[in-house]
Structure formats: structure tokens, C-alpha cells
């Protein structure tokens, strides 16, 4: 193996094809896009170029830094939410269902692989206020409370979005942490018991130490995600009422395409290509002590 | 396990996944980037329409004449419709354009700045000259095709599939209970609202979810106080949506929001729904343009009887300057034939739209469009004859809140309507967003 990998010609025969594929649907396009990022226009009118007018307009945009403040508080309270709901259903299957969890992880997993947009018009009806009240208004009303116009105004749509998406996701990091605990030796957790440990005390000096790497992983998983949510608040609320729901990616698409300035467009991107990278360094620096020591 | 990566290897494999997530947004920003330049016609093999799902009027009139009239051509090229929402139609035509790529047949301009382009960019059929060719061009309404060439970058570029007026459907039987006559001044508009909503009837109904239906009374209160040029006035930069007179209106209209005059969840209301409240009695009044007139002839839909559905107009505001009898008049959302896709077969099917939907559209649904009736239509509804008479009668027209808005500012209002009659937005606050998005151009 060593000699293999030592040899320049196999390294380039085994990445060259990725590079590739990388190079030419990634990269290529990235730096296409921070070149719009100087220019004004889209594809039918033509491009004029806009020096650094897209850089000033973004700081002093009000719509960007309303969708900025969304996207980090969707990302912190999702990633909250799926990872501690995922934790804790890992730890159902794991420690409580053991061998017959088979049947709730499926049932769990299931919204994950069901259509986003279908969950989005599922959600949409649930939480209906008009033109007649969905079940939650029903339920609302039934126990003597008055109805919500939830997608009608943005905190309790912010707080649909963030009840579908947590509901939508937490079956995936469910089965991805349940992988983890798996791989926590049993003999370990046997000697914890034999030398006195009970079930908090278990949970807390052997499971959450041995089970952090791959909680990390789910933390990672998490925030790239949700850093990057369009498609679920798009088929939702469409970024409304207002622009209240509206996301980065939202606002970045809707002014490429809807207001037909690419450049600008590109200058959202930029940010969120820096948010991104800046998030996603910030966890692996954190995460280069050795958690489980 | 999972720890080998978080050691040794951790630069290389961060940079990766931070570009990987990185790229794939940016992938988003960088579709299309190619010229506006055409590439001569192309054959197609169907009548691809793309409609704007909102539309219901155009495509049973189409079915119809794929059918009958326009059998032929529809062999020749069949007919295939798809839709897709309003609010997304922009883009999407921008981007097929961008590719080459556009229907032969399209809904367009849901911002007319954004038909404009089209017509600029060559993508569009110049229909003056094409129908004169084809020998119906005298098949339009001189009104409808000046109506066009004023929003659509000056040339005749769009079909008038609907020739519109707006005003304020009202439920006869429920102002008759209430001893209520039309109301002829914004007061007495009020005064009647407030009438409604003692006796426990939901005044006015529109859709939040789409929000212009809201805006609409914005603008009609803007050009009864202000004139018709109002809004004209802000797209020339003569007056801003941030002066006191501009903000009056929309104040005036969250005031009606304010004391409850569109009933409960208005936010979440969409356009169905909100028709559906007018006609099965649930409101006693709607601010819409006139293709109603399709849901209010439908005994289906209308619950309360054609009879009962009346048309006023937008009521004068005391002291203004502008006239009630001052309609704004539109072609709808309207319908284009791309230039790329415009052959002799395309010409064949155009021809016969031209010359039939007129008649069919009047004689289907009782639904007036700018495109002439062959033959008079006899047992017309009393509501379309009126609305008839009343576009007949108008000398001078007006548009609407964001005819002569930019994208940006056009879904900005859009979006914020609702937030504005549900208290969320102040008045101030909302006409200072639009002036932004204005002043960004």
C-alpha cells in the first residue's frame, strides 16, 4: 500500500479524474462567480462593470443583514434541535429499544426520504389559519385557546419552519449518532456497571465522552446544512410574510433570478461561501484536541 | 474511529468540505451568462405554453379552440400548457431566455420593467407587424394594443388575453339589507365597512398571501387624492413614497386593517380563497380587476347569483384631485409568443387565436379580452355588460401600485402588504422599504 501511494504516477491516476470533475463543476464556477461579483446586469441585458459598488451595497443592505440575523438563528436553533433530538433518539434505539428499534428508527427516519416540498404543503395545511383552521388551530381552539395565523406573521412562521425542519431531519442524525453509540465497546459499559455506574452517571462519564467525536460530526453535518437552508422555508413561506423567513440563500436567488442582478446575486454568495468556511473552520479548530482523552 | 480525521488531517479535509459547501451556492449564482443575441427560428414540435399558475381564464378557452376553431393548427402543433407560480415567472423566463430556451408561448412581465427587457433583448414577436401580415391585426382593440406599448418598452409585444378594468365587486343583497348605497367617497367607503362589520359581515376580503389585491387600494387611493400621474410622479423621481401625501394612502389603508375590516387571518388568505369568500357571501365587498367576471358568471363558484355580484368603482377621496371615473385598466399578466420559436405553423395558430378568442372567451365564461368578438354575444350577464359599458365609457385610464416599479420593489410590496393591514409594518415603514428598493434602481 505504501508503495503504492508513494508513487506519483498512481496518486495522479487515483485523484486526477475527481480533480477533475471537482475543478470544472466547482471551482470553475466559484471563481465565475466572484468575477460577477464586480460587474452589474444579468444575461439578457448584459454585463457593465460596478467596481466595488456590490461590496458597499451589501453592508449597508438592511435585507442582507435581516437575512443574515435569520440564517444564524435558523442554523443555532436547528442545529440545537436535531442534534439534541437526534442524541436523544440514538439513545432510545441504543439503550432503551435495543434489538427491536428497528421498526421506530424506519418510522423516525421516514420524513427524511419523503419530498421536502411535500412536507412543506403537509405543514402548510397543519398549520393553516384560511381561509378554515388546520388541525393546530383546531386543537387550539378545541381546548378553548383562539386560533394563530402562523405563517401570517414571522416569529410563529420561524417557529413552523423550525418545528418541520426538526421534525423533517432528526430521524437522520438519529440513525447517524445511533451509528456512533454502536461502536462503544460493550465491555466498556459493562465494567462501568460492574464497578457501580447507573444510569446517569453511565451516560455522563462513559457514553457522552466516548459518543463526542461523532456528536462533532453531527454539529458539522448540522451547520453546513442549515447554514445553507432554501429549500424547505422556500416551499413554505416562500421567505414570507414580509421578508421575514427569508434565508441568505433566499434572498441571494431571488435577487440573481427574480431581480435579474447576477452580480449582486454573486456578492450574496461571497458572503455565504465566507460564512460557510468560516463556521466549518471554527469547528475543526475546536475539534483538533482529542475530545476523547 | 472518527478521530483519525480530527488530527493529522484536519487542514486539508476542512478546506474541502468548507469549499465544497461553499461552491455548491455559489453554483447557484452562475447559471445562464450567455449574449441576448438570436440565433434565427427554430422548428418546434407543440405549442409549448408556459402559463402563470394563477391564470385560470386562458386555457379553457384554449382547449376549447385546440378543439374546434384552431383544429388544424393544433394537428399541426399540438397544444401543451404547463404553469408555474406567479411569483417565481420572472426568473424563470429570464433564465430561459438566458439559454435560448423559452416556450413558443409564454406568460411574461409580471413586472412590466421585465417584459421591457424581453422586447429589448429581440426574444418577443413584434405583433403589430406579424398580425398585420397575417391580415386580423384590426382583431385587437386599439386600446388594448396602446395599453401594451405603454408598459411593455413601447412596442405591441404581449397578447391582451384579458383586457382588464379594476374597481370593487360588491355584494348587492348584502347592501341592500343594510340600506347601503354605493359609496361614492372614501368616507362613505369607510362609513359602510363600518356598517358591515356592527351587523357582524366581513367588509372586505383579499388575498394577503399574494398581496397586491392590497396594494391596489393603495394605488387607487393615491391617484383619487393625488391624480392619475401619482405614481408616475415617484418613477420620474418628482415625488417619493416617503412623502406625507404618498404615506397617507397607505395609511389609510392599514387603518382598515387596523380596525378589522378584512376579517381574521388575512395574512395567510390566498387568491381562491379570497374570491371564494366574496362569492359565497362571506364578504361584502373585493378590490379586483375585472377577469372576476370568469368566477362571478360560473353558477359553480358563485353561490350568492350573478345578480347579486355589483361593480363600482374605486370611490373618490375628498378634496383630491383625481376622478372616479378614472379606471385602471391593464392586459392582466400578459401572454407573448417568443421570436426564436415564431414560424409559419406558430403563425397559424397565432392567426386563429386572434380571430376566435374574442368570441369564445365572451361566449365561455362572459370574460372580456382586447381581442374583438367576431359577432355580438347575445344573454350576456348584466355584470359583463355593465363592466362592457363601463370600459367603453372610460376616457382616461390609470395602473397600478407597482406597474412602474422594479422587481425588487414590486415583490417587496407584494410581500409586505399583509404585514402592513395586520399592523406588523407601519405605514411609514412600508413605503420607505419600496422608496429604498426604488432609489436602488
Known amino acids: 500500500m505504501k508503495s503504492v501511494l508513494g508513487d506519483r504516477k498512481a496518486i495522479a491516476i487515483l485523484l486526477g479524474p475527481a480533480l477533475l470533475v471537482y475543478t470544472l463543476f466547482m471551482l470553475v464556477p466559484v471563481v465565475w462567480s466572484f468575477g460577477y461579483t464586480f460587474v452589474r446586469g444579468n444575461a439578457l441585458e448584459g454585463f457593465r462593470f460596478a467596481g466595488l459598488a456590490n461590496f458597499t451595497r451589501l453592508f449597508s443592505d438592511p435585507d442582507v443583514i435581516e437575512a443574515f440575523g435569520f440564517t444564524l438563528k435558523y442554523a443555532v436553533l436547528m442545529t440545537v434541535g436535531q442534534v439534541v433530538l437526534g442524541y436523544g433518539l440514538a439513545l432510545l434505539y441504543t439503550f432503551v429499544l435495543r434489538r427491536s428499534s428497528a421498526i421506530i428508527r424506519t418510522l423516525v427516519f421516514f420524513p427524511v426520504v419523503v419530498p421536502t416540498v411535500a412536507i412543506a404543503i403537509l405543514y402548510q395545511k397543519l398549520f393553516q389559519s384560511a381561509p378554515r383552521d388546520g388541525l393546530v388551530n383546531e386543537l387550539l381552539v378545541n381546548v378553548g385557546l383562539s386560533g394563530v395565523d402562523w405563517l401570517g406573521s414571522g416569529d410563529t412562521a420561524f417557529l413552523v419552519i423550525v418545528i418541520m425542519d426538526v421534525w423533517r431531519s432528526m430521524g437522520f442524525y438519529g440513525v447517524l449518532i445511533f451509528a456512533g453509540l454502536l461502536d462503544i465497546p460493550e465491555d466498556i459499559i459493562e465494567s462501568a456497571r460492574i464497578d457501580g455506574a447507573r444510569q446517569w452517571s453511565l451516560f455522563r462519564h462513559i457514553v457522552l465522552p466516548l459518543s463526542l467525536p461523532i456528536l462533532f460530526s453531527s454539529i458539522i453535518f448540522s451547520i453546513n446544512g442549515t447554514i445553507k437552508v432554501f429549500d424547505s422555508v422556500f416551499a413554505l413561506t416562500g421567505g414570507g410574510p414580509g421578508n421575514d423567513t427569508t434565508p441568505l440563500t433566499l434572498y441571494m436567488y431571488r435577487t440573481a433570478f427574480a431581480f435579474s442582478d447576477y452580480g449582486y446575486g454573486s456578492t450574496i454568495a461571497l458572503l455565504l461561501t465566507i460564512m460557510c468556511l468560516v463556521v466549518t473552520l471554527f469547528i475543526f479548530r475546536s475539534s483538533r484536541r482529542d475530545v476523547t482523552a | 474511529m472518527t478521530t483519525a480525521f480530527m488530527r493529522g488531517r484536519t487542514r486539508p479535509i476542512a478546506g474541502a468540505i468548507a469549499l465544497l459547501g461553499a461552491s455548491a451556492l455559489l453554483l447557484t449564482g452562475c447559471g445562464g451568462g450567455g449574449g441576448a443575441a438570436e440565433t434565427g427560428t427554430t422548428e418546434p414540435d407543440k405549442l409549448t405554453y408556459l402559463k402563470n399558475a394563477e391564470n385560470t381564464n386562458i386555457e379553457p378557452v384554449l382547449d376549447e379552440l385546440a378543439g374546434d376553431q384552431c383544429a388544424d393548427a393544433n394537428e399541426a402543433l399540438p397544444l401543451e400548457v404547463s404553469s408555474i407560480p406567479q411569483a417565481d415567472l420572472d426568473g424563470q423566463i429570464q433564465l430561459l431566455a438566458s439559454q435560448d430556451a423559452l416556450p413558443v408561448m409564454f406568460a411574461a412581465a409580471g413586472t412590466p420593467a421585465e417584459g421591457a427587457k424581453l422586447w429589448k433583448a429581440g426574444k418577443l414577436v413584434d405583433f403589430e407587424k406579424e398580425l398585420e401580415e397575417l391580415g386580423v391585426l384590426d382583431m385587437i382593440e386599439p386600446a388594448a394594443i396602446s395599453t401594451i406599448e405603454n408598459?411593455?418598452?413601447?412596442?405591441?409585444?404581449?397578447?391582451?388575453?384579458?383586457?382588464?378594468?379594476?374597481?370593487?365587486?360588491?355584494?348587492?343583497?348584502?347592501?341592500?339589507?343594510?340600506?347601503?348605497?354605493?359609496?361614492?367617497?372614501?368616507?362613505?367607503?369607510?362609513?359602510?365597512?363600518?356598517?358591515?362589520?356592527?351587523?357582524?359581515?366581513?367588509?372586505?376580503?383579499?388575498?394577503?398571501?399574494?398581496?397586491?389585491?392590497?396594494?391596489?387600494?393603495?394605488?387607487?387611493y393615491l391617484f383619487r387624492s393625488l391624480g392619475p400621474d401619482a405614481l408616475q410622479k415617484v418613477a420620474d423621481g418628482e415625488a417619493k413614497l416617503t412623502d406625507p401625501e404618498y404615506v397617507e394612502a397607505a395609511q389609510a389603508v392599514a387603518d382598515?386593517?387596523?380596525?378589522?375590516?378584512?376579517?381574521e387571518n388575512i395574512a395567510s388568505l390566498d387568491i381562491d380563497s379570497s374570491y371564494n369568500e366574496m362569492l359565497t357571501g362571506n364578504a361584502?365587498?373585493?378590490?379586483?380587476?375585472?377577469?372576476?367576471?370568469?368566477?362571478?358568471?360560473?353558477?359553480?363558484?358563485?353561490?350568492?347569483?350573478?345578480?347579486?355580484?355589483?361593480?363600482?368603482?374605486?370611490?373618490?377621496?375628498?378634496?383630491?384631485?383625481?376622478?372616479?371615473?378614472?379606471?385602471?385598466?391593464?392586459?392582466?399578466?400578459?401572454?407573448?409568443?417568443?421570436?426564436?420559436?415564431?414560424?409559419?405553423?406558430?403563425?397559424?395558430?397565432?392567426?386563429?387565436?386572434?380571430?376566435?378568442?374574442?368570441?369564445?372567451?365572451?361566449?365561455?365564461?362572459?370574460?372580456?379580452?382586447?381581442?374583438?368578438?367576431?359577432?355580438?354575444?347575445?344573454?350576456?350577464?348584466?355584470?359583463?355588460?355593465?363592466?362592457?359599458?363601463?370600459?367603453?365609457?372610460?376616457?382616461?385610464?390609470?395602473?397600478?401600485?407597482?406597474?412602474?416599479?422594479?422587481?425588487?420593489?414590486?415583490?417587496?410590496?407584494?410581500?409586505?402588504?399583509?404585514?402592513?393591514?395586520?399592523?406588523?409594518?407601519?405605514p411609514e415603514d412600508f413605503m420607505s422599504l419600496l422608496q429604498t428598493d426604488l432609489d436602488q434602481g
Open chain 2, 284 to 426: 361584502a365587498m373585493m378590490y379586483m380587476g375585472t377577469w372576476f367576471l370568469q368566477n362571478a358568471n360560473d353558477p359553480e363558484k358563485n353561490k350568492v347569483g350573478v345578480e347579486n355580484i355589483g361593480f363600482m368603482p374605486f370611490p373618490a377621496v375628498e378634496g383630491g384631485e383625481g376622478s372616479i371615473d378614472q379606471y385602471p385598466a391593464n392586459v392582466g399578466l400578459p401572454q407573448t409568443f417568443g421570436a426564436a420559436t415564431y414560424t409559419p405553423k406558430v403563425g397559424d395558430w397565432l392567426k386563429c387565436i386572434t380571430e376566435n378568442y374574442g368570441q369564445v372567451a365572451l361566449e365561455q365564461s362572459g370574460s372580456i379580452s382586447g381581442f374583438k368578438a367576431k359577432e355580438p354575444v347575445e344573454g350576456l350577464p348584466t355584470l359583463t355588460q355593465d363592466v362592457q359599458e363601463r370600459i367603453a365609457g372610460s376616457e382616461t385610464s390609470v395602473l397600478w401600485f407597482e406597474a412602474l416599479f422594479n422587481a425588487k420593489a414590486g415583490q417587496d410590496s407584494s410581500k409586505n402588504a399583509a404585514l402592513l393591514v395586520t399592523g406588523q409594518i407601519t
Open chain 2, 256 to 263: 382598515l386593517g387596523e380596525k378589522g375590516y378584512f376579517g
Open chain 2, 151 to 220: 408598459l411593455y418598452g413601447g412596442a405591441f409585444d404581449f397578447l391582451p388575453f384579458q383586457f382588464n378594468i379594476e374597481g370593487i365587486f360588491y355584494n348587492k343583497a348584502m347592501f341592500a339589507e343594510q340600506g347601503i348605497e354605493e359609496p361614492q367617497t372614501w368616507d362613505e367607503l369607510v362609513a359602510a365597512a363600518e356598517k358591515f362589520k356592527a351587523a357582524g359581515v366581513t367588509p372586505f376580503t383579499a388575498s394577503g398571501e399574494q398581496g397586491w389585491p392590497i396594494t391596489r387600494l393603495i394605488s387607487s
